[in-house]
Structure formats: C-alpha cells, structure tokens
C-alpha cells in the first residue's frame, strides 16, 4: 500500500487534525501527516499536532503579501515532502499561485453543503435562510473560495430549535467522520475530473 505523505494547515482549533492524525495511526488512512502548518500563534492544531509528535509551525503573515506568504508555505510543504495539502478551518484565502503549485492536491473541508452557504459562518447562513438540512463538503481547491470539485457531502438535519452553536457542533462532529473518510476516498479509489465532477471508478 502506498503512504501519501500529507501537510495540514489550520487556523483554528484543530479538532478535524486530531481526526485524521487518530485515522492514520489506526491504519484507516494510507497516509502520514508529515508536517502541520498555522497562521495563529495561538492555534489549538499546534499543541495537537504536539501530542501526536507531528513537526509544526506557525508562520506569521504580518506585513507579507499573499504570494509572499504563500510562497513560505509552498517552501515548508514542500520541504517536507508533502503531497497532499489539507485545509482544515484554514482561514486566508490562497493565492493562484499556491493552488497551480498543488493543482488538484489540495483538499478543503466547508460545513455546508456546498455550493451553499459558501464564505464565513456557514451556520449562521444556514440558519437565517431556514434550511432544513446543511451538512458538510470535502472538495477540491481551486482559485475562488468553497467551490471546487466535491469529493464528499455529508448531510446533517437542521432542527426548529438550533442555536448556532448546536448546529455547529452537529454538523462537526459529521466533519471528524467525513473528512478522513473523504481523504481515504481521494488517496484509495481512482478518479477522474469531467469538467467540475470528480468521477470515481
Ligand atoms: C470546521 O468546522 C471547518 O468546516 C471550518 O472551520 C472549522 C475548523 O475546525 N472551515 C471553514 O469554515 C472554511 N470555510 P477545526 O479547527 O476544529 O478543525
């Protein structure tokens, strides 16, 4: 079995890392978090990537262009050896020049179903608009925000009486299952792009 060597890039708290990072030491995954990425000295994915023993890093964009920035990541990713990035609640918007550097090897996790509710708080979108199901996507990046080629959807149920933050914690523990079920899918099964639609065979 191949080993795809994989790098993360989180802004946030890191929970989706901890998921992928558990699915790979049981075997479920053919892949090995060679390094995790952040933008915030205070992310939670560093101390997770920590417990894990993953090299991680945070790189500070104050003051440096988007491509400048996005350069450095390209310069670690690659250093590292990775061959699959994984955006999980990475918060910049990445530059032409990254995603051409990774063309179809970058994968990002929305919690929505996409091409809903695309952009920030997608929760809160999906409440306003009185939805009765949301969910999440894994989809392929490519140059415009949440909205490349899907590999996943998972649907979640919207209830009557949600809060934000209840329908955010449902609809991300849907997310811990989905997203290393999609990255098994994408690194497993062969596939092929028809215009936007990833077609699995
Ligand atoms: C996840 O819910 C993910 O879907 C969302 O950020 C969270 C990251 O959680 N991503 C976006 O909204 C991107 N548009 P985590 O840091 O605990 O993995």
Redesign the pocket.
Known sequence: MTISNIGVI?S??????RYILQAERSGYLPARTRIVLTDQPEA??LQIAGEFDVPSLCLDPKGLKREEYDRQLIEHLDGAGVELVVL??F?RILSPIFVKHYKDRIL????ALLPSFRGMD?FQQALDHGVKWTG?TIHIVDDDV?HGPIVLQVPVPVRDDDTHDVLKAR??QA?YKAYPKAIKKFLEERHKLVGRKLVFE
Do not use: K, W, Y
Request: aromatic share 0%.
């Open positions: 989180s946030g708290r890191g929970e989706n890392l939670g994915a999980t609640g918060m990002n996790i929305h919690p997608a999440t949440d609809i991300q997310e």
